[in-house]
């Protein structure tokens, strides 16, 4: 279970987070929403230790951030993380050399399932294929999380389709997923726990399925009561 | 330490094209100048030309210093060009992987090792290019004589030591020393400058806007502690202190900064950065 307890970050001058507290758990996909600067990204940030925070702890599975979580996690953020001189073979060598829970199969599953050419240069990529190659590196590591930062953002209609594809496949079935994301309605029937955030503060958290059934209400519905009033 | 020789692997692997691009223009600057040189004297010689009539210095024998000094600037100029390069690099080889498309820092940071491999991997790689520069020179030194020798007739020149030709530009001397105990201070002293123009990057990238006032200021304390026994006047001849206790003191505040930049690089990595 990955654990985020009052965690609190300021950056100019400004609180980014704000007493944050929430959990995502092993075997379900989280969602954190927020309109832009709510502070989705620098959570997951955080929680990969690629921002310092003034104050709170993150734990995953009882252990606190370090070198040996990076095993246990993957993190596919919103942009490409490879040298664009690379080759896409070349950026799949690298993770390989430096991640033990590399699963090569998967690698080259994924490749054909996106039908991205191994020889292409990762700065040729469009954005849509580029978006494809993040997840292609994040799910091709065993992993027992997977964190996305907005992965629709900006992509084309059958590459959101094909991404989509992903999250109901066993890809992500076993993992605890928490990601953030704009396009709801893509992904609100996959979802099974929902984070408000509002001015780097939680608003609301929820399970999807509860609220559906004992409220009749959709993750929309909800969120239009918490930002719109 | 699989990791880490990866790691530098990939940063050689990233800056070749500049170190070979470095190479070739030295490679082409320092001979193109010294044919060019040797040429115009052999040819004015073989002629029987006088100083008088072809505007320039024509000795009696030719000899490689000789040459090397005649050819000083575009001998020297590919030098100071590497040098700039690569005291340039030190500060790219880390703002590379933040700016651009691709933001490699992310990558980089969530490599399941410690972080302070990353900061050795680029001071390794950094040593290497220089390295490979020195070597790549003293080679080029070797060939440049040899190239020498097949110019000048035999009877045009005389011979002339390799160390001869390495002393008598002082920029030459400095990168190339006589001494064991001179590489160590030239090459100490620049390892001492990269690890601190990397701590104090880290520092901008930790604390940004406010990260380049520290920046500026550490860098500033650290020159000042490495000449503080001169700017307090202690290498005075009527000084205090003995020339051996003002050497110890300099090569205390040479390890202090050392431990100190180095020390506060690691922990700003692993406790401060932020992408």
């Known amino acids: 279970m990955i654990e985020v307890i009052d965690v609190h970050k300021r950056f100019r001058g400004r609180k980014v987070l704000n007493g944050v507290s929430f959990t995502a758990e092993k075997g379900q996909i989280t969602c954190l929403i927020g309109i832009n600067g709510a502070g989705k990204s620098t959570i997951l940030k955080a929680i990969m230790g690629l921002t310092p925070l003034k104050s709170g702890m993150i734990r995953i599975d009882d252990a606190p951030v370090g070198p040996a979580m990076y095993e246990k996690v993957a993190f596919v953020p919103d942009h490409l993380t490879t040298p664009t001189g690379m080759r896409l073979s070349e950026g799949i060598q690298f993770m ?14 994924l490749l054909a399932f996106f039908k991205l050419d191994r020889t292409e240069r990762v700065g040729n990529l469009s954005k849509g294929m580029a978006a494809k190659y993040s997840l292609l590196l994040g799910l091709s590591q065993d992993t027992d999380y997977i964190l996305m930062d907005e ?7 059958f590459s ?33 726990q929902a984070v408000l955030l509002q001015n780097g503060s939680v608003q609301l958290a929820f399970d999807c399925e509860e609220m559906r ?3 009749g209400k959709s993750v929309i519905d909800v969120m239009r009561e918490v930002y719109t009033g | 330490m699989n990791r880490y020789l990866k790691l530098v692997n990939m940063e050689i692997h990233r800056f070749r094209y500049i170190l070979a691009s470095l190479m070739v223009v030295t490679l082409l600057s320092q001979c193109g100048s010294l044919i060019w040189t040797i040429q115009r004297v052999v040819s004015a010689k073989e002629k029987g030309l006088t100083q008088a009539e072809v505007g ?14 005649n050819t000083k600037v575009w001998f020297i100029l590919p030098i100071l060009l590497s040098i700039t390069v690569l005291v340039l690099y030190s500060m790219i080889i880390w703002y590379r992987d933040w700016f651009g498309r691709s933001t490699f820092i992310y990558r980089l940071l969530m490599l399941p090792s410690a972080r302070w491999v990353l900061y050795v991997s680029k001071l390794t790689a950094i040593l290497t290019f220089v390295f490979s520069m020195i070597a790549f020179q003293l080679v080029l030194l070797v060939g440049e004589n040899m190239l020498f020798k097949t110019i000048v007739p035999a009877g045009m020149r005389t011979d002339s030591t390799f160390v001869e030709a ?5 920029v030459l001397d400095t990168l190339l020393p006589k001494q064991f105990e001179q590489f160590i201070y030239s090459y100490g002293l620049g390892i001492i400058g990269v690890i601190v123009i990397f701590t104090a990057v880290l520092l901008e990238r930790s604390y940004r806007r406010l990260g380049i006032l520290y920046a500026i200021g550490y860098s500033a304390a650290c020159v000042g502690v490495i000449l503080s026994p001169f700017i307090l006047g202690l290498d005075r001849s009527n000084s205090y202190w003995y020339p051996s206790e003002i050497y110890t003191m300099e090569l205390a505040a040479c390890l202090l900064i050392s431990v100190i ?7 700003l990595l692993r406790k401060k950065i932020t992408v």
């Open chain 1, 151 to 157: 992965p629709f953002s900006g992509i084309d209609m």
């Open chain 2, 261 to 267: 930049s180095v020390c506060l690089g690691f922990w």
């Open chain 2, 166 to 170: 390495s002393t008598i530009i002082p």
């Open chain 2, 56 to 69: 320039f210095a024509i000795p009696k024998f030719l000899s490689f210093p000789w040459a090397i000094v």
């Open chain 1, 213 to 215: 059934t004992t409220e």
């Open chain 1, 160 to 192: 959101r389709e094909i991404i989509a594809e992903v999250f109901s496949t066993d890809l992500i079935e076993d993992r605890g997923v928490l990601l953030t994301t704009h396009e709801i309605d893509d992904m609100e029937h996959l979802i099974d």
């Open chain 1, 96 to 109: 390989k050399d430096f991640y033990r829970n590399w699963n090569d199969v998967r690698a080259n599953e």
